[in-house]
């Protein structure tokens, strides 16, 4: 069974860093590309970045480009975003997203996501 | 950057047909993906690359693509389909989009 667990979210203040974590299961994330999508209070959805199967092409973006890095762990099948320099504008539960196939094409499993506050 | 335009919300009477839009200029080139979400619940697609549905969505979600507007259909709606949908689609190679995501609310 596919399982896709994030942690990692919380208060952080502004210009503070932060990272984030999906822990999955019943698939190896180094076969798959994956996606973080963030969702604000009450908005709709935002792509933030995603990586292709084997790493060899990542994306981002606009809002997150010099800020965030996205990667994957294969030993621990998990992937990661590093957040950096975080903003108000950032304040959104962040999903990852699992892609349905290599490359970036659409994503057919979530998991519940983790909330993410940035505020003083 | 590619923009995606879907009515903020529509309705459809109990057993009839929604029809939900995502325009955009010539995303009938384009692969179109549809995400359904529930209050408090995680996306989940319904429709990938046009018009195939994934294992599990009733054959009643169907979709389409053509020149400047791609279609989520949903027929004999149910009061179990109220939620918002999203359409996506590839940017480039490796950037993704979403459009605004409509509300659906059946009478």
């Known amino acids: 069974e596919v399982q896709l667990v994030e942690s990692g979210g919380g208060l952080v203040q502004p210009g503070r860093s932060l990272r984030l974590s999906c822990a999955a299961s019943g698939f190896n994330v180094d076969d798959y590309a994956m996606h973080w999508v963030r969702q604000p209070p009450g908005k709709g959805l935002e792509w933030v970045s995603g990586?292709?199967?084997?790493?060899?092409?990542?994306g981002y973006a606009e809002s997150a480009k010099g800020r965030f890095t996205i990667s994957r762990d294969t030993a621990k099948n998990s992937l990661y975003l590093q957040m950096n320099s975080l903003r108000a504008e950032d304040t959104a539960l962040y999903y990852c997203?699992?892609?349905?196939?290599?490359?970036?094409?659409?994503?057919?499993?979530w998991g519940q996501g983790t909330l993410v506050t940035v505020s003083s | 950057s590619y923009d995606l335009t879907q009515p903020l919300s529509m309705s459809v009477a109990l057993g009839q047909t929604a029809r939900i839009p995502c325009g955009a200029d010539n995303i009938g080139s384009k692969n179109v993906h549809w995400y359904q979400q529930k209050p408090g619940q995680a996306p989940v697609l319904v429709i990938y690359?046009?018009?195939n549905r994934p294992s599990g969505i009733p054959e009643r979600f169907s979709g389409s693509n053509s020149g400047n507007t791609a279609t989520l259909t949903i027929s004999r709606a149910q009061a179990g389909d109220e939620a918002d949908y999203f359409c996506?689609?590839?940017?480039?190679?490796?950037?993704?989009?979403f459009g605004g995501g409509t509300k659906l609310t059946v009478l």
């Open positions: 996506q689609v590839c940017d480039s190679t490796t950037a993704w989009v």
């Open positions: 990586i292709n199967w084997n790493s060899g092409r990542m």
């Open positions: 690359r046009d018009y």
């Open positions: 997203a699992k892609g349905s196939g290599r490359y970036f094409d659409s994503c057919d499993f």
